[in-house]
């Protein structure tokens, strides 16, 4: 039997035995994540306008690694709604690198993999560069929001007598803690993602001139360092919108939360 | 007026990092050149055989030496699509060598961006996290990056090194700096540590089983690219520090969590800890297993499309392409939800020991 079939069917099983309803949710929107990903890449193949395609088809990713992530309706609107400003702002700022860094399409380190296949495919790799680097930060964004927001609502539900004064400094003091892992994260998951390139450069003894300017590397740094601004502007913008809700709306923020 | 000072300060600082690395072609040994002119010597459309209509170019750039004097003409093909070839325009920055007599262009100058970026990345840091604790995050991924690239040069430098050994210590040794640097040299650093090391080991050992009893049926370790070595070994130490990040992420959530409800009362049962690490497990569990899916199925989409316009059917490209992302995946899921009963139960045994005797 197929080994990647029979580790589905494991994460399905545990997932269900250790997290129940929300485990059988998480599988779910998995493979919907998975299936809006072969839709974009159909899109693109199509040649629908990638920009249109990226964003709506990010907000449609966004929405269901959060929505289905959690039960508390409130926890879920304030982290999609951070998640979508910031990755706006991260989809402009992956447009302007882009610009400048021409990080498209394949190199020469690629040439085994390209071997009889045609190049002049007639699609613009300057795009696919772009929603490589708007697709690889998605996750982390949503989890950043998502981890601040919830910590927050716990927070306002265990202490009655916070202040907004008091619920912002738990703010920081918490997103700073936050920041660290998420970062962490994201850092571990590039570097493994990315070891067989980091060993073809130092076995091949690139020069330190090309480790600062190669095509292939630099585009795995800058979708990392978009991906640590990403969780960083989460952070920040999720803060804000829960301490701001608090001050207008006080105590009756958390009163629907659990549904 | 201190808040628009601070932007100012940060716009300031980007255009300064830009000008001033834009500028540093005298560090470079090999020839750095400004593009100065282009033109288009022919173009014409080409159909290859899967009916795919591209524009190849050839364009002749004019091109100044910024380390050296004089300057230099050459030609450039390139497609539309720019896949594997590059579209030069003036103002751009080359590094440049010479092969069998003719100059050639070995890349675009990039640096100047990837300047920019730390600049804004680091002074972002620094206004959220205030100085102090800016530096000591970025320290320790720079002490993690050192000890990475430690490992990556034992890798390439010892002959016949068991690859998959090596890369499963440094992912503890890393792991172990972070915790340390992030929470200090405590009880909770140790326990998150544990949970950890312990999760991460399951998911991988739970991965190997299923290989050796399925005889890596589907599994095409042979499509990876970049390969100088054995792939399934260089797949096991990519699985190990991929997961690794995310575990740790969800532990020392639960761990703080745990660590917090025995502030509150030191009271609680054994049973009280377990739920309660449970449920900040459950909690966070789909988005950080969303986290890694996205890292590694988006890196293939490039290569994908390639192979969808060169008439290559759905099921191959799932078996070629994304197989090994999709397996790093699904690994790396199962680590992330095996490591919420693991901490839980790690957590709550510390925490409730030695707690029976004072009962009776």
Same mark, same amino acid.
């Given at each position: 039997?197929?080994?990647?079939?029979?580790?589905?069917?494991?994460?399905?099983?545990?997932?269900?035995?250790?997290?129940?309803?929300?485990?059988?949710?998480?599988?779910?929107?998995?493979?919907? &994540?998975?299936?809006?990903?072969?839709?974009?890449?159909?899109?693109?193949?199509?040649?629908? &306008?990638?920009?249109?395609?990226?964003?709506?088809?990010?907000?449609?990713?966004?929405?269901?690694?959060?929505?289905?992530?959690?039960?508390?309706?409130?926890?879920?609107?304030?982290?999609?709604?951070?998640?979508?400003?910031?990755?706006?702002?991260?989809?402009?700022?992956?447009?302007?690198?882009?610009?400048?860094?021409?990080?498209?399409?394949?190199?020469?380190?690629?040439?085994?993999?390209?071997?009889?296949?045609? #190049?002049?495919?007639?699609?613009?790799?300057?795009?696919?560069? %772009?929603?490589? %680097?708007?697709?690889?930060?998605?996750?982390?964004?949503?989890?950043?929001? %998502?981890?601040?927001?919830?910590?927050?609502?716990?927070?306002?539900?265990?202490?009655?007598?916070?202040?907004?004064?008091?619920?912002?400094?738990?703010?920081?003091?918490?997103?700073?803690?936050?920041?660290?892992?998420?970062?962490?994260?994201?850092?571990?998951?590039?570097?493994?993602?990315?070891?067989?390139? +980091?060993?073809?450069?130092?076995?091949?003894?690139?020069?330190?001139?090309?480790?600062?300017?190669?095509?292939?590397?630099?585009?795995?740094?800058?979708?990392? +360092?978009?991906?640590?601004?990403?969780?960083?502007?989460?952070?920040?913008?999720?803060?804000?919108?829960?301490?701001?809700?608090?001050?207008?709306?006080?105590?009756?923020?958390?009163?629907?939360?659990?549904? | 007026?201190?808040?628009?000072?601070?932007?100012?300060?940060?716009?300031?600082?980007?255009?300064?990092?830009?000008? #001033?690395?834009?500028?540093?072609?005298?560090?470079?040994?090999?020839?750095?050149?400004?593009?100065?002119?282009?033109?288009?010597?022919?173009?014409?459309?080409?159909?290859?055989?899967?009916?795919?209509?591209?524009?190849?170019?050839?364009?002749?750039?004019?091109?100044?030496?910024?380390?050296?004097?004089?300057?230099?003409?050459?030609?450039?093909?390139?497609?539309?699509?720019?896949?594997?070839?590059?579209?030069?325009?003036?103002? &751009?920055?080359?590094?440049?060598?010479?092969?069998?007599?003719?100059?050639?262009?070995?890349?675009?100058?990039?640096?100047?961006?990837?300047?920019?970026?730390?600049?804004?990345?680091?002074?972002?840091?620094?206004?959220?996290?205030?100085?102090?604790?800016?530096?000591?995050?970025?320290?320790?991924?720079?002490?993690?990056?050192?000890?990475?690239?430690?490992?990556?040069?034992?890798?390439?430098?010892?002959?016949?090194?068991?690859?998959?050994?090596?890369?499963?210590?440094?992912?503890?040794?890393?792991?172990?700096?972070?915790?340390?640097?992030?929470?200090?040299?405590?009880?909770?650093?140790?326990?998150?540590?544990?949970?950890?090391?312990? !999760?991460?080991?399951?998911?991988?050992?739970?991965?190997?089983?299923?290989?050796?009893?399925?005889?890596?049926?589907?599994?095409?370790?042979?499509?990876?690219?970049?390969?100088?070595?054995?792939?399934?070994?260089?797949?096991?130490?990519?699985?190990?520090?991929?997961?690794?990040?995310?575990?740790?992420?969800? !532990?020392?959530?639960?761990?703080?969590?745990?660590?917090?409800?025995?502030?509150?009362?030191?009271?609680?049962?054994?049973?009280?800890?377990?739920?309660?690490?449970?449920?900040?497990?459950?909690?966070?569990?789909?988005?950080?297993?969303?986290?890694?899916?996205?890292?590694?199925?988006?890196?293939?989409?490039?290569?994908?499309?390639?192979?969808?316009?060169?008439?290559?059917?759905?099921?191959?490209?799932?078996?070629?392409? %994304?197989?090994?992302?999709?397996?790093?995946?699904?690994?790396?899921?199962?680590?992330?939800?095996?490591?919420?009963?693991?901490?839980?139960?790690?957590?709550?045994?510390?925490?409730?020991?030695?707690?029976?005797?004072?009962?009776?």
């Amino acid at each position: 039997m197929n080994a990647i079939s029979v580790l589905a069917i494991i994460l399905f099983f545990l997932l269900i035995l250790i997290a129940g309803r929300q485990g059988l949710k998480s599988f779910i929107g998995l493979v919907l &994540n998975f299936l809006v990903i072969f839709l974009l890449i159909i899109l693109i193949n199509w040649q629908f &306008n990638p920009y249109l395609v990226t964003a709506i088809l990010a907000v449609v990713i966004l929405a269901i690694a959060i929505y289905l992530s959690s039960d508390r309706i409130t926890v879920m609107n304030i982290s999609f709604k951070t998640s979508l400003m910031v990755v706006a702002c991260l989809m402009m700022l992956a447009i302007v690198v882009q610009h400048f860094g021409q990080l498209q399409g394949f190199a020469v380190e690629n040439s085994d993999e390209l071997e009889g296949l045609s #190049l002049n495919v007639g699609i613009a790799f300057g795009h696919l560069a %772009m929603i490589v %680097m708007v697709i690889s930060v998605l996750g982390a964004v949503a989890e950043a929001a %998502m981890a601040i927001t919830a910590d927050l609502f716990e927070v306002i539900e265990r202490s009655p007598q916070i202040t907004v004064q008091g619920l912002q400094a738990q703010a920081h003091t918490i997103g700073q803690q936050i920041l660290g892992t998420a970062i962490n994260t994201l850092f571990f998951g590039m570097l493994g993602a990315n070891l067989p390139l +980091l060993i073809w450069f130092l076995r091949l003894r690139y020069s330190p001139a090309l480790l600062v300017n190669a095509k292939l590397l630099l585009m795995e740094i800058m979708t990392m +360092l978009l991906g640590m601004l990403g969780i960083l502007l989460s952070i920040w913008l999720a803060s804000w919108l829960v301490v701001h809700t608090f001050k207008n709306k006080g105590r009756s923020l958390i009163d629907e939360t659990d549904l | 007026m201190k808040k628009i000072s601070k932007w100012l300060i940060l716009g300031l600082l980007l255009i300064l990092t830009w000008v #001033l690395v834009e500028h540093d072609s005298f560090l470079y040994q090999q020839p750095v050149g400004l593009v100065t002119a282009t033109k288009t010597l022919s173009s014409s459309d080409v159909t290859d055989e899967h009916g795919n209509v591209d524009d190849v170019h050839i364009q002749q750039v004019q091109i100044k030496f910024l380390n050296r004097s004089g300057q230099i003409k050459l030609e450039n093909q390139y497609t539309d699509s720019q896949s594997l070839s590059e579209h030069y325009q003036v103002g &751009n920055q080359v590094l440049l060598t010479k092969r069998s007599g003719s100059w050639q262009v070995v890349s675009l100058k990039r640096d100047s961006l990837l300047a920019v970026l730390l600049v804004l990345l680091i002074y972002l840091l620094v206004v959220y996290l205030r100085p102090a604790r800016a530096s000591w995050l970025l320290l320790s991924m720079l002490v993690n990056i050192i000890i990475f690239i430690t490992a990556l040069y034992l890798d390439v430098h010892i002959k016949n090194i068991n690859v998959v050994a090596l890369f499963t210590i440094t992912a503890a040794l890393l792991a172990g700096i972070s915790l340390l640097m992030v929470l200090g040299k405590n009880r909770q650093a140790l326990i998150t540590w544990l949970a950890t090391i312990l !999760s991460t080991s399951l998911a991988l050992g739970i991965m190997m089983l299923v290989l050796n009893l399925t005889h890596h049926e589907g599994v095409h370790f042979e499509t990876m690219s970049y390969v100088t070595q054995v792939p399934a070994a260089v797949f096991y130490a990519q699985a190990v520090i991929g997961v690794l990040g995310a575990v740790m992420d969800e !532990s020392s959530d639960i761990v703080a969590g745990l660590f917090g409800l025995r502030r509150e009362s030191d009271q609680h049962r054994f049973h009280d800890y377990w739920q309660g690490g449970l449920s900040v497990g459950r909690e966070i569990l789909g988005t950080l297993i969303n986290v890694l899916f996205m890292i590694f199925i988006a890196e293939t989409i490039p290569m994908v499309i390639l192979m969808l316009r060169n008439n290559n059917n759905w099921s191959y490209i799932l078996d070629q392409i %994304m197989n090994l992302g999709i397996l790093q995946s699904v690994v790396s899921a199962i680590g992330i939800v095996l490591a919420v009963p693991i901490t839980s139960l790690i957590t709550a045994q510390l925490l409730t020991r030695g707690q029976k005797y004072e009962r009776h």
